[in-house]
């Protein structure tokens, strides 16, 4: 759902955190911002390890 969502509902951490939760993938089009959250990208990688992949290169390095 969030590949036809606004640029300001990428950004939305509420909208987003829903989207990882239902899809990891959804990660992939999340604001740069989410991608290097802890709780959106944990959220997504509950889901679905792989999703680590779209997280922030920070974030990535913190989590491996």
Do not use: F, I, T
Not at 38 to 55: H, I, N, T, W
């Amino acid at each position: 759902a969030l590949k036809y969502a606004s640029k300001e509902l990428k950004g939305d951490k509420e909208v987003v955190m829903e989207a990882v939760q239902q899809n990891a993938w959804a990660l992939k089009l999340v604001s740069k911002d989410l991608k290097g959250d802890k709780e959106v990208v944990l959220a997504a990688v509950r889901q679905d390890g792989m999703a680590l992949m779209y997280a922030s290169k920070e974030l990535q390095a913190k989590l491996s």
